[in-house]
């Protein structure tokens, strides 16, 4: 026998991938814990890393969260992307298909960060930047390249109100997601076309 073991060589990671892992692992326990009970010290554990270690990729805990957050909402504004080539009337409709169901499957995870009853002033403005982003994929999927400035501003305020049914419904019903949908699209349709006289 030697004295040594078998195991492999330890693989460097390059600082973007332990910034990309770190943020990964936050984002798996978002779908297990509210955003308040994810804890540096637990990623840092998953991660194999100390804490300190931690802070080398992100300077403090608000910028290891807002990355998080903001991965986050990437994940939404991802999942909504309307369909290539397709009427508008069916990627408006696969658009708000796509949010609905994000909500179904992440909202716990959504409420706790988006939602709760106190926010940090960074969490309100990574949520108005994907408000203002799922805005302007209504504006793509209707084929609208400049909307006028009161078409943004009813958009962006129908969106709030889609926000607000989404996670009551999902809070309350097990099913009809698809009268959820149609209900929402209706009314964003109706929105847009006073919006625009």
């Given at each position: ?93 696969a ?27 960074w ?15 209504v ?25 607000h ?33």
């Amino acid at each position: 026998m030697t004295g040594t073991t078998d195991r492999p060589p330890r693989v460097r990671r390059t600082a973007e991938d332990r910034r990309r892992q770190l943020i990964g692992i936050g984002l798996e326990m978002l779908t297990t814990m509210a955003f308040h009970q994810v804890t540096v010290d637990e990623v840092a554990r998953r991660a194999g890393i100390s804490r300190s270690l931690l802070f080398h990729y992100f300077p403090t805990k608000r910028d290891y969260y807002a990355a998080v957050v903001r991965a986050a909402a990437r994940r939404l504004l991802r999942a909504t992307v309307p369909l290539e080539g397709a009427e508008p009337a069916d990627r408006l409709r696969a658009t708000v298909d796509a949010y609905v169901a994000f909500i179904r499957r992440r909202r716990e995870a959504y409420v706790s960060v988006f939602r709760a009853p106190r926010q940090d002033e960074w969490i309100l403005e990574i949520h108005e930047e994907t408000q203002n982003a799922l805005s302007h994929k209504v504006f793509e999927a209707l084929g609208i390249d400049s909307p006028e400035e009161t078409l943004v501003l009813a958009v962006r305020a129908w969106w709030a109100f889609a926000e607000h049914l989404c996670v009551d419904w999902t809070a309350r019903r097990d099913g009809g997601d698809e009268e959820l949908a149609a209900m929402l699209v209706d009314t964003l349709t109706d929105v847009v076309r006073r919006a625009a006289v």
